[in-house]
């Protein structure tokens, strides 16, 4: 069973920084699709990154240049690096693991302030 663990989010100005993280339970890390994806109040869940096994990135085009996506597959940990924040970046952020199936971390709290 695939656990995911997210951490890294909080309350941030416009303009600012933060990273989120996201640790994976099980064997099947390194051969899965990783995505970052997010839910701001009232609107759909989208996708905003992912990663594929051997590095492949791609990107919503509404953080395209300002988020970067990477893996550490010796630490089963993807990471989502978040420049230049707006405040329209604030949503619960979610890791996602697809390899068969699809999982699910419990997400974490972006807030980004004026």
């Known amino acids: 069973q695939v656990q995911l663990v997210e951490s890294g989010g909080g309350l941030v100005q416009a303009g600012g920084s933060l990273r989120l993280s996201c640790a994976a339970s099980?064997?099947?890390?390194?051969?899965?699709?990783m995505g970052w994806y997010r839910q701001a109040p009232g609107k759909q869940r989208e996708l905003v990154a992912a990663i594929t096994s051997d590095g492949s990135t791609n990107y919503a085009d509404s953080v395209e240049g300002r988020y970067t996506i990477s893996r550490d597959n010796a630490k089963n940990t993807v990471y989502l690096q978040m420049n230049s924040l707006e405040t329209e970046d604030t949503a619960v952020y979610y890791c996602?693991?697809?390899?068969?199936?699809?999982?699910w971390g419990q997400g974490t709290l972006v807030t980004v302030s004026p």
């Open positions: 996602n693991l697809r390899h068969q199936k699809q999982y």
């Open positions: 099980g064997s099947e890390f390194s051969i899965a699709v």
